[in-house]
Nanobody
Framework: QSQLVDSGGGLVQPGGSLRLSCTAS????????AAWFRQVPGEGREGVAC????????WYADSVKGRFTISRPYDRNAADLQMNNLMPEDTATYYC???????????????????WGQGTQVTVSS
């Protein structure tokens, strides 16, 4: 059974950092585009970052460019999201995703996702 497990969320003050991790089992995440999405209550799920291959290319939403970095650890079947200079508007549930490897141009869209993680809550508040 293919599964993605998200972890690393929590409560952080504005300007702080968090590192989210997504661990895959039952599938090789390296065979997919790795992506992170986020969702706040009452709104749709939006793409945050995507990474094709181990080192790129990568895509980032304008709202997180320069603050977030998506990466794949070489020694794990996983994908990480380093989030720096967090702002209250980054508060959301974050979901890891395995995206169809042929659809990098649309990796920001939920229609390209083949497997979802269960989500991890990130709250940015003083």
């Amino acid at each position: 059974q293919s599964q993605l497990v998200d972890s690393g969320g929590g409560l952080v003050q504005p300007g702080g950092s968090l590192r989210l991790s997504c661990t895959a089992s039952g599938l090789s995440l390296h065979s997919y585009i790795a992506a992170w999405f986020r969702q706040v209550p009452g709104e749709g799920r939006e793409g945050v970052a995507c990474l094709s291959g181990d080192d790129g290319p990568a895509w980032y939403a304008d709202s997180v460019k320069g603050r977030f970095t998506i990466s794949r650890p070489y020694d794990r079947n996983a994908a990480d999201l380093q989030m720096n200079n967090l702002m209250p508007e980054d508060t959301a549930t974050y979901y890891c995703a395995a995206v169809d490897p042929a659809l990098f141009a649309h990796c920001w869209s939920i229609t390209t996702v083949r497997t979802w993680g269960q989500g991890t809550q990130v709250t940015v508040s003083s």
